[in-house]
């Protein structure tokens, strides 16, 4: 297994591969990782296919976090990654840093970006409202150096992966993106790396978020006929909020497809949300 930290370097190989005609899968990550991403890899060594290659990009990308968010502290452990990457049989790392990825002005004072501007208007887009200019941006970058044949996303970020899928429809990009399912703990709690965080009694706390989801999906099996979101986000804050750590940021119910919100709760209906645990935001989502 190679570890590459220059963009040059990996063009430099990715071009070999095209011209040798080696089909190539990206699985883009943050890095701290886990089972969940290791199975995005599993998933694109078997779209990549025999003779294929696998990277996995690992990145703390600032242009996708907020002034008061986690930036500084999002865990950090490359040789734990390389470890496991080494054992799922990964082909490449690419590595890079800050430098690397927004060489000259540096990330801060970035000029150019790639925006898209209609399903990243809800859910993350209204709650982090710079978020997805940074992620489509920092992926279009990694397409580019990596010139992958396929690229794995996990189905935890629902709303990024849809995003990422239009963006590579609209700007012609020739790769195929794969959503893989979310991997959750024995107890239901998606993984996530921001899970280090919830220490003590949090961690037991956090199981509201899956415990939301089953309730939605309870009712929703249970009703003759749709049934009104707005009342079932009302009843849905309130169960959320009977957990002391608890502080819901959003729920919402949309066309699993065009991420356009519905009046109407029914079977098919996709629910996302996100939930404070103490100072810790995660997101979830399932199809009710």
């Given at each position: 297994m190679r570890i590459i930290k220059s963009v040059a370097a990996m063009q430099r190989l990715?071009?070999?591969?095209?011209?040798?005609?080696v089909r190539v899968g990206l699985v883009p990550t943050m890095g701290y990782l886990h089972a969940g991403h290791l199975s995005l890899v599993q998933r694109a060594r078997r779209l990549a296919g025999r003779g294929g290659k696998v990277i996995v990009s690992i990145y703390v990308n600032p242009t996708q976090f907020g002034p008061q968010e986690d930036l500084s502290r999002y865990p950090r452990d490359l040789a734990r990654d390389v470890r496991l990457c080494r054992q799922a049989g990964v082909d490449v790392i690419f590595a890079p840093d800050?430098?690397?990825?927004?060489?000259?002005a540096g990330a801060d004072r970035l000029s150019t970006f790639v925006i898209e501007e209609v399903l990243s208007c809800g859910m993350e887009g209204q709650s982090r409202p710079t978020h997805f200019r940074g992620v489509t941006t920092v992926v279009a970058k990694l397409f580019n150096i990596?010139?992958?044949?396929v690229a794995v996303f996990g189905a935890k970020d629902y709303q990024q992966a849809t995003i990422v899928k239009r963006m590579v429809r609209d700007l012609n990009f020739p790769l195929k993106i794969v959503m893989a399912p979310i991997l959750r703990e024995a107890d239901g709690l998606a993984m996530s790396s921001r899970n280090k965080y919830l220490v003590g009694g949090l961690r037991a706390q956090a199981l509201v978020l899956w415990r939301t989801l089953k309730e939605?999906?309870?009712?929703v099996r249970k009703s003759s006929r749709p049934i009104l979101a707005a009342r079932l986000k009302t009843e849905l804050k309130e169960f959320i909020e009977r957990t002391p750590a608890a502080r819901l940021d959003y729920v919402e119910f949309f066309d699993p497809d065009t991420l356009v919100p519905v009046r109407s709760v029914e079977r098919g209906t996709q629910m996302a949300l996100a939930v404070f645990i103490g100072k810790t935001r995660l997101i979830d989502n399932a199809r009710l």
């Open positions: 990715a071009r070999g591969w095209q011209r040798a005609g800050n430098a690397q990825m927004y060489p000259g990596v010139q992958p044949d939605a999906r309870a009712e």
